[in-house]
Nanobody
Framework: VQLQASGGGLVQAGGSLRLSCAAS????????MSWYRQTPGKQRELIAS???????NYADSVKGQFTISRDNAKNTLVLQMNSLKPEDTAVYYC????????????WGQGTQVTVSS
């Protein structure tokens, strides 16, 4: 599956952004879809995942602030980010895993999110 992330940009603290990830290739429904983020010098962090048939999961750092959703008919994954803070600044990646959500086989190219104070 090929993944294309978009929607990043520069936003002021307290603002919102909506990231999208378009998937092509093998049908979307076969994967757990996730969003990760990474800042320089740190490991990539799993922040939200959307299993095939289960409820979404969130890292504590974004719980109540971010919402992940998927549209299997359109092969699209979305991350709605609200009340953004400077510490949310990172490169955001979408990922697809055929089994465990925390073991993706496929990655999107990353989209930069910068939150100014």
């Amino acid at each position: 599956v090929q993944l294309q992330a978009s929607g990043g940009g520069l936003v002021q603290a307290g603002g919102s952004l909506r990231l999208s990830c378009a998937a092509s290739g093998r049908p979307f429904i076969y994967y757990c879809m996730s969003w990760y983020r990474q800042t320089p010098g740190k490991q990539r962090e799993l922040i939200a995942s959307m299993p095939i048939r289960d409820n979404p999961n969130y890292a504590d750092s974004v719980k109540g602030q971010f919402t992940i959703s998927r549209d299997n008919a359109k092969n699209t994954l979305v991350l709605q980010m609200n009340s953004l803070k400077p510490e949310d600044t990172a490169v955001y990646y979408c990922a697809a895993a055929p089994s465990r959500c925390d073991r993706p086989d496929y990655w999107g190219q990353g989209t930069q999110v910068t939150v100014s104070s």
